[in-house]
């Protein structure tokens, strides 16, 4: 086998797997290998621009498809928001009311169609952060849920609690005022923190303070069970990961009124 033979199965191969049906007037479907990891292939439409050119668009069905399982609004915010717009930045993609969609010569329709795959997939892989959830999106996502749930008046970030001996360095996530005793939350993401999380309330308590403690997991299940044991032995509180968000809620709602 010399190039240009294999030059010729790859193309071959490759065209074989799209396909162009007409859809509607002036409009077509294209069929390529994208897919998201469900197997549902991604859609594409192709029509022509007034200029000559052609719109390749997804019709607004990629944001429809992630819908069924993540909450759209938060590709938005914070870093996710910043990501995607990356990806849509460097890809020369546009969105409208939820449709992306790409433009160019009718004649770069191939590099187009391809362009326009890898954006969509690289979107996608957004979802990872959801899955994954990230520390930095994290703690966006602990601090969005906390100001839904009791109101950014009554939240005090990285806060200094008064009374206590090198209090600076033992800063508290989140105080929570509206309650009978003061309520401290804890973002953990990781070991680290869980352990750092777990001296800080160790030294509010020696320290003689009246308050009560939640505790907010990344994911419970895994970290080690000697670090997640000490830490729940010291706090009042906590809620295995910011999916359980009816238990954070109850628990929070239980604290402050």
């Known amino acids: 086998m010399d190039a240009r ?8 191969s490759l065209c074989g797997q799209a396909t162009v049906t007409s859809s509607h007037d002036e409009q077509w479907q294209v069929a390529t290998p994208f897919s998201f990891p469900d197997g549902d292939a991604f859609s594409f439409f192709v029509t022509q621009t007034a200029s000559g050119g052609v719109r390749v668009s997804d019709a ?10 993540n909450d ?13 717009q990356q990806i849509l930045t460097e890809s020369d993609v546009h969105e409208e009311e939820g449709e992306f969609f790409v433009e160019g010569r009718a004649a770069d329709i191939g590099q187009l169609v391809f362009r326009f795959g890898q954006a969509l997939t690289r979107v996608h892989d957004l979802t990872f952060l959801n899955r994954l959830r990230s520390e930095s999106t994290f703690y966006e ?12 008046d009554r939240l005090a970030e990285s806060y200094v609690v008064p009374d206590v001996p090198r209090a600076n360095e033992y800063p508290v996530d989140y105080f929570v005022s509206g309650g009978e ?3 401290y939350v804890f973002g953990v993401p990781n070991r680290d923190k869980a352990r750092l999380a777990t001296i800080i309330l160790q030294h509010l308590i020696a320290a003689g303070r009246d308050f009560n403690s939640m505790i907010v997991f990344q994911n419970m299940a895994e970290l080690p069970r000697a670090d997640v044991s000490r830490l729940t032995n010291a706090a009042n ?21």
Do not use: N
């Open 5 to 12: 033979q294999l030059q010729f199965i790859l193309c071959e």
């Open 60 to 69: 607004g069905l990629t944001l429809m498809h992630l819908s069924y399982d």
């Open 72 to 84: 759209i609004d938060k590709f938005r915010d914070g870093t996710r928001g910043r990501i995607l």
């Open 141 to 152: 996502d602990l601090r969005e849920t906390l100001r839904e749930l009791v109101g950014e």
């Open 181 to 183: 005793s003061p309520l």
């Open 237 to 257: 509180d906590q809620v295995d990961s910011l999916d359980a968000r009816d238990d954070l809620q109850r628990k929070l709602l239980r604290r402050v009124k």
